[in-house]
T-cell receptor, first 113, second 115 residues
C-alpha cells in the first residue's frame, strides 16, 4: 500500500517555538487528517480537512489542505511541553475505498522546557 | 462514555499459537478497521469492515483473520502463519462512509509480543 511522505521525521525545539510539518503524496485525496499519538496510546484526531485550499485551526494548531489535493501541512504555534508526541498525517478517499486511511510515517516532536 | 475499547492492553504469544485481540465500540459506527504499527513507522491497514458480516483485506492481511458478527465487535486473530507478529495493534471505527468521508477514531491499542 501507498505511504505518504511526511517530514521532518523528528524535531527538537524549545518551548515557545513554532513548529511546521508537512505531508506529500503522489496521488490525490479527498480528505486530509492530522492525528497525535502519545506513547502506548491510540492516535487522537486533531484536525480534519475536507476541501482543497481549506485552512482550519484548532487552538494553537493550524492545518491546510493543499490546492492540488496532494499535500497538507500542520503548524503548531507557541509550543508547550505537552505537545510532545508523534504527529501523523493521513489521506482518505471515500466510499469506493471504504474510507480507508493512508498514513505518513510520523513526525516525532520533542519540546524542551 | 462512548468509545472504542481494545483488550487486552498487553498480550504474549507462544510459538505456533493463535491469539485473538478484542475491539468493541459503542459509538454506533458502521465501519471498523485494524491497523498494525511497528516502531518508527506509520500505521498499516490489516483488515476493514464496512458492514456486519462483511470485511475486506487491507495491505498486510496475510497471517491475520477477522470476523464481524456484530456491529459493535471486530475481533482480530493473529494466526501462527504470521511470522513476525510483534507490534502495536490499533482498532478504529467510523460512521458509514456513504455519508461522505468521516474521520476514524482509535482505541488505545494492544501490544503483542512473542514469548
Amino acid at each position: 500500500g501507498q505511504q505518504l511522505n511526511q517530514s521532518p521525521q523528528s524535531m527538537f525545539i524549545q518551548e515557545g517555538e513554532d513548529v511546521s510539518m508537512n505531508c506529500t503524496s503522489s496521488s490525490i485525496f479527498n480528505t486530509w487528517l492530522w492525528y497525535k499519538q502519545d506513547p502506548g496510546e491510540g492516535p487522537v484526531l486533531l484536525i480534519a480537512l475536507y476541501k482543497a485550499g481549506e485552512l482550519t485551526s484548532n487552538g494553537r494548531l493550524t492545518a491546510q489542505f493543499g490546492i492540488t489535493r496532494k499535500d497538507s501541512f500542520l503548524n503548531i504555534s507557541a509550543s508547550i511541553p505537552s505537545d510532545v508526541g508523534i504527529y501523523f498525517c493521513a489521506g482518505q478517499n471515500g466510499e469506493t475505498s471504504g474510507s480507508r486511511l493512508t498514513f505518513g510515517e510520523g513526525t516525532q516532536l520533542t519540546v524542551n522546557p | 462514555d462512548g468509545g472504542i475499547t481494545q483488550s487486552p492492553k498487553y498480550l504474549f504469544r507462544k510459538e505456533g499459537q493463535n491469539v485473538t485481540l478484542s475491539c468493541e465500540q459503542n459509538l454506533n459506527h458502521d465501519a471498523m478497521y485494524w491497523y498494525r504499527q511497528d516502531p518508527g513507522q506509520g500505521l498499516r491497514l490489516i483488515y476493514y469492515s464496512q458492514i456486519v458480516n462483511d470485511f475486506q483485506k487491507g495491505d498486510i492481511a496475510e497471517g491475520y483473520s477477522v470476523s464481524r458478527e456484530k456491529k459493535e465487535s471486530f475481533p482480530l486473530t493473529v494466526t501462527s502463519a504470521q511470522k513476525n507478529p510483534t507490534a502495536f495493534y490499533l482498532c478504529a471505527s467510523t460512521r458509514t462512509p456513504r455519508r461522505g468521508n468521516q474521520p476514524q477514531h482509535f482505541g488505545d491499542g494492544t501490544r503483542l509480543s512473542i514469548l
